[in-house]
């Protein structure tokens, strides 16, 4: 079985629907460990609850990035696990960081990428206007919020929506399609190859989505 490490900083509800999907037999992987670079990650101590492994690497006890990815580098590989999933891991990573785990990093972001890279997505989806909005599972590359995307899930947004109704909206679409991802991974379904995602999966085909 395929081990994977999770990289959080805070509530953790990516890393919960991870942790459901494996308790309810739906996830074939053992979640080796949860990092967080945060000492006070609600989290982590969700993780300890449930009897995970985890650990902190607290970004502040770091003069810089590199030395910061060094060590967090050195802590997950003490894990040795096939996949890391970031899920609300809210550092920017170095290039040497992202290399190392070339095919084996992913990320889950609260857009239909390329829309909306970075901070405040939901906000400044209402702010333009979309009708459309969701969420994106992607291989990490060096530039933030970009890379070969494996998975998206779409959602109407409302006339009525305000930013926390379409922020959980669009997480409970996160909860779904996180899982399914690492499962495909977990089952040796989905790679990178040649920078481009290979998927050998039945997928879903739901009807277009339109809105309003
Ligand atoms: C999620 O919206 C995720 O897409 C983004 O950060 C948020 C983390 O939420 N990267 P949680 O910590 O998983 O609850």
């Known amino acids: 079985m395929k081990a994977i490490v999770i990289l959080i900083s805070g509530r953790g509800s990516n890393m919960e629907a991870l942790l459901a999907a494996v308790v309810r037999g739906e996830l074939p992987v053992r979640i080796a460990a949860v990092i967080s670079n ?8 969700t993780a300890a609850a449930q009897g995970l492994p985890t650990a902190v690497v607290d970004h502040k006890g770091y003069a810089g990035r590199e030395a910061f990815d060094a060590a967090l580098a050195a802590c997950i ?3 040795a696990p096939d996949l890391v999933v970031l899920a609300g891991f809210m ?3 170095t290039e040497d960081f992202v290399r190392h785990y070339e095919g084996r990093l992913l990320n889950i972001h609260p857009s239909l990428l390329p829309s909306f890279p970075g901070l405040h997505t939901h906000q400044r989806a209402l702010e333009e206007g979309v009708r459309i909005h ?5 291989f990490v590359t060096p530039a933030l919020d970009h890379g070969p995307v494996v998975v998206q899930a779409a959602v109407p947004v409302l006339d009525s929506d305000d930013e926390a109704a379409l922020a959980a909206r669009v997480l409970q679409q996160e ?7 690492v ?3 977990a089952e040796g379904r989905l790679r990178l190859e040649g920078g481009r995602v290979r998927l050998d999966a039945e997928r879903p085909q739901p009807p277009a989505l339109i809105s309003p």
């Open 38 to 45: 945060r000492p006070d990650a609600k989290g982590l101590e």
């Open 77 to 79: 590989d003490g894990y």
């Open 91 to 93: 550092r920017i990573l």
């Open 134 to 138: 969701g969420c994106t599972v992607h």
């Open 175 to 181: 909860h779904i399609v996180y899982p399914l991802a």
């Open 183 to 185: 499962r495909w991974f």
